[in-house]
């Protein structure tokens, strides 16, 4: 059975950088909280960060270029956080690869968990089409990865690769 990487937020929790949580009680997530599929992971608490923290944004290109070392993250009011943003990915997808994940289930418009927008690193609110540093990295392995508001396509992704994966007798 294929896993679930999910932000660790999810499910109310809150440790968002605000303190808040993000609700998710459709009848998918509540299917995979029963069979045990979800793993539950912040990033962002893994390397250190604490709650609440200061908002943090990518500044000078995309998630690509800051794992590539081309682009930064920084916190308002501009403390460079590019290393640790780093180090959250990689934990990140150590974790993944770790629990038998199939896809990732994550926090739209974060840095780290953005997976089809982010912020464009004015800190004006303003978003931007693209992924954070650690939907990036999970993709770059290959791992697919959904917005929290998107569990109905990510639960076809997940039961068309457990069909690709099932032995065949």
């Known amino acids: 059975m294929l ?4 932000s660790g937020c999810l499910g109310g929790v809150p440790i ?13 997530w509540r299917q995979w909280a029963a069979e045990g599929r979800l793993v539950a992971l912040c990033p962002e608490l893994a390397v250190g960060f604490p709650v609440p923290r200061p908002p943090a944004e990518i500044v000078g290109g995309s998630a690509a270029d800051v794992l590539d070392g081309r682009a930064r993250v920084h916190e308002l009011p501009g403390r460079d956080v590019t290393e640790l943003f780093q180090a959250a990915a990689q934990r990140a997808v150590d974790r993944a690869m ?6 990732a289930v994550l926090v739209d418009g974060s ?6 927008y982010v912020h464009d690193g004015t800190f004006a609110g303003v978003t931007v089409a693209g992924r954070g540093v650690v939907a990036e990295a999970l993709h770059r ?4 990865v959904f917005p929290h508001h ?16 099932a032995p065949r007798g």
């Open 3 to 6: 896993k679930v990487l999910v």
């Open 16 to 28: 968002r950088f605000n303190g808040t949580g993000v609700q998710a009680s459709s009848p998918i």
């Open 98 to 103: 770790q629990a038998g994940v199939g896809i």
């Open 111 to 116: 840095p780290t968990c953005g997976s089809t």
């Open 141 to 144: 392995h290959g791992i697919p």
């Open 150 to 165: 998107d569990l109905g396509r990510a639960a076809a992704t997940l039961a068309d690769l457990e069909r690709r994966s």
